[in-house]
Nanobody
Framework: QVHLVESGGGLVQAGGSLRLSCEASGSIVGIYVMGWYRQAPGKQREPVATVTSVGRTTYADSVKGRFAVSRDNVKNTVDLQMDSLKPEDTAIYYC???????????????WGQGTQVTVSS
């Protein structure tokens, strides 16, 4: 089992910055991708940024150039630096660890409890 704990959410004005952190604990072995998803009211959860164990990153088009994801494989942490925040970034942000059972192939998703990010205009 894997346990994820997020921190760093809050309220910020448009144009401001926030940094989210997530620490994973438990049975963290094998190949896995870590990252962040978000869910705004009335919308589906969507990927924001992911990073592999070798540092390969992906970003949603809406956050490219503003957000940066980073990972520490020793501490099993993943951070999300969010700059130039916009009101449309308001959402609950969830830390994710995707354990790949085979590559390519099935996987298991683990989720944190979520942290609220609110950007005021």
């Amino acid at each position: 089992q894997v346990h994820l704990v997020e921190s760093g959410g809050g309220l910020v004005q448009a144009g401001g910055s926030l940094r989210l952190s997530c620490e994973a604990s438990g049975s963290i072995v094998g190949i896995y991708v870590m990252g962040w998803y978000r869910q705004a009211p009335g919308k589906q959860r969507e990927p924001v940024a992911t990073v592999t164990s070798v540092g390969r990153t992906t970003y949603a088009d809406s956050v490219k150039g503003r957000f940066a994801v980073s990972r520490d494989n020793v501490k099993n942490t993943v951070d999300l630096q969010m700059d130039s925040l916009k009101p449309e970034d308001t959402a609950i942000y969830y830390c994710n660890l995707r354990k790949l059972l085979t590559v390519p192939g099935p996987y298991i998703d683990y989720w944190g409890q979520g942290t609220q990010v609110t950007v005021s205009s």
